[in-house]
Every structure is written in structure tokens, then in C-alpha cells.
């Protein structure tokens, strides 16, 4: 399984600190505290960069979800 944590090291730290503050240390999706990741809304493989606009909060399970994995 895929673990999106290693993914989250690609942000710049600085970045992922700005946008968990932004959004209140919350999922976006289901409003957890927990296991929180950031991920791109657009994926950098679609040539999305590290953006504040194209980041936000998700929760483990969340995050998962949306790249289908389960």
C-alpha cells in the first residue's frame, strides 16, 4: 500500500505547515484531526505544482480514497 505520508515529504515543509494552519489542522472531507496529509487537488503528474491554491488538508483514510486505494 501506498503510503501518502512519503508523498507529503515532497512538499516544501514551510508549505505543509501553511496549509494544515489555513485549514485548521482539519480534513477538508470529514473534519478529522487525525493522521492528516496534504495533498495537490490537481496532481503534479498532470503538471500541477506545489501551490497553496492546489493544496488541502485530508485525513489519511480521505486521502486514500481518492486515489482509490483502499
Not at 505543509?16 to 480534513?27: A, E, K, T, V
Not at 495537490?40 to 480514497?65: K, P, V, Y
Request: hydrophobic share 35%; charged share 20%.
Amino acid at each position: 500500500m501506498r503510503r501518502f505520508s512519503q508523498v507529503d515529504s515532497a512538499i516544501p515543509q514551510q508549505l505543509r505547515l501553511q496549509i494544515l494552519i489555513r485549514d485548521s489542522w482539519r480534513c477538508q472531507i470529514c473534519g478529522s484531526m487525525r493522521r492528516l496529509d496534504v495533498h495537490h487537488q490537481t496532481f503534479r503528474s498532470h503538471g500541477a505544482e506545489h501551490s497553496e491554491q492546489n493544496l488541502i488538508t485530508l485525513f489519511r483514510t480521505c486521502h486514500s480514497s481518492l486515489h482509490g486505494v483502499a
